[in-house]
């Protein structure tokens, strides 16, 4: 029971080693007013500290922001 308990210790301080995050820390609203800023706060996509949707978004592939950017204009 204890080695158990022990082992599940274990595995939180290793996925707190790999993200400081628990939350995803992408910013929304303006940070001048912290009336509405706030972060994401979905579970974080480790080792990153922003969650799935975040970490494509942060990560996104030049050329695809550019096609983006294009098809937006
Ligand atoms: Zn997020």
Wanted: overall charge negative; some cysteine.
């Amino acid at each position: 029971m204890s080695a158990a308990k022990g082992a599940s210790l274990r595995s939180l301080f290793e996925s707190a080693k790999q993200s400081p995050f628990r939350t995803c820390q992408w910013p929304s609203g303006d940070p001048q007013d912290l009336e509405t800023f706030s972060y994401c706060g979905a579970p974080t996509l480790p080792p990153h500290s922003y969650c799935a949707a975040h970490v494509k978004q942060a990560y996104r592939d030049p050329d695809e922001e550019r096609e983006a950017a294009r098809a937006a204009a």
